[in-house]
């Protein structure tokens, strides 16, 4: 388990100002879950990752790995990195270029303070090797590796010391497409399977939900929200993590009047907008609407119930699997995804039409 | 050429005239290259084989001088004497220069960035300065540090002599310093710091990476180092002129120049020399060549990373900062000091109480009156932007030729331009002057000859710059040129050229600054009416003159480096930062 409370990390940059690249971070990763930090360049994920691998010094917090602590500003504690125990995978893998696959593996076990024979050291490299499919390779030179077996080494090498945490920085960041797919499933199987405790970091939306039990979306330094990704997708805090997640609408609306059961009426640049808001409100309060694309529903024939406008195909965008319409509705344009079997030609009228359950309101900021 | 795309005829007839611009220019620095860099290697080879002619004896075939030179057990000291030199004095700078450069990369050692720009000072001050000013300080009869610890521990004997191999590698290893430090910084900079980190996070410690992987990944770096430093220092001439050849200790460089200067000369016998020396470095600046294309496969597993994590050395970081500022003092601050001090002498005394009040202008009124002194500076000066200038331009269209087109046999035109980096300067001199002995067009005793033998020299380096910064241009910025109808030469001129700018600077900023500087190859060449200043500073040696020298020296310094400050302020116009 691993608890980082109040983490800050600054950087001078080249002129000496400070740089807060990590404010206040605090979260908590249950034994064996994968724990994602997720948000755009710059916002402090390799930073925080950096600062509990030891590699950066933080100047406040406390850091604790399975009740050890290693890194405590009030306590004076500061364990180097390489007596952590920690297991790292490096954005650019940083494959030692003069050691075959095999030597790149059993470096770790080799110094450490706990001793091998040689023996122990072939058995456990190509066991791990075996993990990750590359014991066939094993004598190969490691720079002759393509993209997604130096990543499968990189991830060896951090696991051979069987670590009691795994930090991966974008490890998936610099192989194409088809194989980031494909790793992504191996990762995750080779995670679950050997229930190692892991921080994941990375910029890619779609990845940190289909990989994660839980999600940490980064802003500037500073965690936005925390969350098993549905509710980070569908209950976003803020602005900025509904926009970060997923592609959504927003539209900007004044209460008209609180209702019973957590609705309320909304008037909105498309018109009148009836949603389900928890937080108490009054009238002429300002708010601000996140709809997701796939929540915009569309329909050739008016369809029933409330929240309903009529509307123009402004534009079409086939992606196969679906459709993205863009339609627009008064002095607004709205994403929506479809179904490829809708087939309304650009400059035809449809109906659109919204679920008050599925609009996500917050205060406006 | 706006004109070109207006009307037909215009472009036809442009066409003709651009393309056979295209091929003059061409060609004729093609042949340039080729007289400049073949010519005199052939004709050394040529003289070795040859016997002194004198007016009554004509010269004949002979293998006489590598009998002389080669049938004595003495050729085999002198070769084991210069490898001595050379890797006593290779090995000093590199131990040097690379604890300094991981200092300053690797470790948060204070006052660092201010070390980096000092680092570069001692390249300006020139050989026969800085090993003059350490013979000022360490000689046994007249040498500052050696009196004051004998009069401050009642010593005997003089602790240190820097007439001796132990005082030769220390001159020449601390001079060249420098230079293994900005090659091995470079050579850490070049590294991926996540290699080093990940092998951190393994557990290694700060020992176990700095051997296990920083030093094992930066090998082909660090032997190609050594063995630049070791041809280097196997050319050096100045510190064997000056330190070894009063005791006796001769290497190949100072034994070509008394065989020279011997009555009667035996300039087949320097050749014989020259050509063992040359077989020497040309092993050496192979295997280097050899080695940079090895060493880019470690290069390129660069991945995208900050400045690497810094070692917190605690307490012992000021150790290190002290050990930066000691190096300082050794460096520039003692050499220049000391010529200072005895620049403002009548006659060279050790500092005390009386010397001070003996202080005087007449060394600098000297130096001031001094007959020549004009034309000689004048000579300085012409001779290094002269061959910066044309180094440049003409390594430019070579480049071109050898980066940007498929024309068979390209590289060998590019080893053709690089083979006077094979040349110690001696050597050179030393072909250079056999060749216009021997065909005499009428620039033997000239400036002329110096000015060839200046862009032989360093049309090496012209090609080193102009390479890195032609690969960079992409060609299809030259082809959309010519799409709009620009000739050759105009592309070159408008496009290739600006585009060149940088590299093209800082290349004729450092040919200038080495070119000012030169003296072993001057040494051979010069005549009293086209002496520069280091051949009057070795002048002034040999008289004994030292006050004298010590105020031109000192002149020379502080000009050398107002001309490096004025360079670096235009290259930083033109966005060079380092030149
Ligand atoms: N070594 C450093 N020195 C100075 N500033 C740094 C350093 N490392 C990071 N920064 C700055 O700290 C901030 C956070 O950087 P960090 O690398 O943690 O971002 P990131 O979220 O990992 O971004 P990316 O997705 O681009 O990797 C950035 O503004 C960056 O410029
Ligand atoms: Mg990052």
Partial sequence: MLTVHGLYTEYPNERGDIVKAAQDVTFTVEEGRLFTLLGPSGCGKTTTLRSIAGLERPRAGEISVNDRVVFSSSKGVFVSPNRRGFGMVFQSYAIWPHMTVFENAAFPLQVGDKKYTRAQVREHVMRVLTAVQLDELADREATKLSGGPQQQLALARALVMEPALLLLDEPLSNLDAKLRDRMRFELKRLQRELKITTVYVTHDQSEALALSHEIAVMNQGRIQQIGRPRDIYENPVNQFVADFVGNTNFLDGTVIRAEVQDRCILDTDIGRLAVKFAKPVKANDRVAISIRPEDVELAESRPAGENVWQGTVEQKVFLGEAIDFRVTVGPRSLLSRQHPTLRTPVGGSIFVRVNPEKCVVFSAS | ?579
């Fill in chain 2, 1 to 579: 050429m706006s004109t070109t795309i207006i009307t037909t005829p215009g472009i036809a007839t442009h066409k003709r005239a651009a393309v056979d611009w295209k091929w003059v220019v061409i060609g004729a620095c093609v042949a340039f290259t080729i007289y400049i860099a073949v010519i005199p290697l052939a004709f050394l080879f040529w003289q070795s084989f040859r016997t002194p002619q004198t007016a009554t004896v004509p010269a004949v075939w002979t293998l006489g001088n590598y009998a002389a030179a080669y049938g004595t057990s003495e050729t085999f000291r002198l070769f084991l004497t210069s490898v001595q030199f050379a890797f006593g004095a290779s090995f000093f700078s590199f131990a040097v220069g690379t604890t300094l450069a991981w200092m300053n990369e690797r470790t948060n050692t204070p006052f660092k960035s201010i070390f980096y720009a000092l680092s570069l000072i001692p390249l300006v001050i020139p050989s026969i300065l800085f090993t003059v000013a350490w013979i000022l300080l360490a000689s046994p009869q007249i040498g500052i540090i050696n009196q004051l610890l004998q009069n401050w521990f009642g010593l005997a004997a003089p602790p240190f002599d820097i007439y001796s191999m132990g005082g030769m590698i220390w001159v020449d290893g601390l001079h060249y310093s420098p230079m293994a430090f900005l090659l091995m910084s470079a050579a850490f900079r070049a590294m991926d710091p996540s290699l080093e980190e990940s092998a951190t996070m393994s557990g290694a410690s700060v020992w176990q990476v700095l051997w296990r992987v920083t030093l094992k990944l930066t090998w082909p770096a660090i032997f190609a180092t050594i063995l630049i430093l070791f041809v280097r220092s196997i050319e050096s001439f100045e510190v064997p002129a000056l330190l070894g050849l009063p005791v006796g200790i001769e290497v190949f460089t100072s034994s070509i120049y008394t065989a020279v200067h011997r009555y009667p000369s035996q300039v087949g016998l320097a050749s014989a020399y020259g050509v063992a020396l040359l077989a020497i470095t040309t092993v050496g600046v192979y295997a280097v060549a050899r080695l940079s294309g090895k060493g880019s496969k470690y290069a390129t597993m660069t991945g995208k990373g900050f400045r690497p994590r810094q070692i917190d050395l605690g307490a012992w970081r000021w150790a290190t900062a002290s050990g930066f500022i000691l190096y300082f003092v050794l460096i520039v601050v003692l050499p220049f000091l000391v010529l200072l001090w005895s620049s403002f002498q009548h006659f060279y005394t050790v500092p005390s109480r009386e010397a001070l009040r003996n202080l005087t202008l007449d060394p600098y009124r000297f130096v001031f009156t001094y007959p020549d002194l004009a034309s000689t500076m004048w000579n300085s000066l012409v001779l290094s932007f002269g061959s910066a200038t044309v180094v440049m331009l003409v390594t430019s269209v070579i480049c071109w030729l050898v980066v940007k087109t498929k024309i068979p046999g390209r590289w060998l035109l590019d080893n053709i331009a690089s083979l006077p980096l094979v040349f110690p300067g001696i050597v050179l001199g030393l072909a250079i002057m056999i060749f216009y002995l021997n065909v005499d067009i009428g620039i033997y005793g000239t400036i002329w000859i110096m000015f060839i033998a200046y862009i032989t020299r360093f049309m090496p380096y012209g090609m080193r710059y102009n390479t890195t910064s032609m690969l960079q241009i992409h060609t299809e910025l030259e082809e959309s040129a010519a799409m709009c109808g620009a000739s050759w030469t105009t592309t070159f001129r408008r496009i290739v050229l600006p585009l060149l700018k940088p590299g093209l600077v800082a290349g004729w900023i450092y040919v200038m600054i080495v070119s000012i500087r030169e003296l072993s190859t001057s040494i051979l060449l010069y005549s009293p009416d086209t002496r520069v200043v280091s051949i009057v500073i070795w002048e002034l040696w040999q008289n004994g003159q030292y006050v004298e020298l010590s105020a031109l020296g000192v002149l020379f310094i502080l000009l050398l480096f107002v001309l490096v400050l004025i360079a670096r302020w235009v290259g930083g116009k033109y966005g060079i930062r380092e030149a």
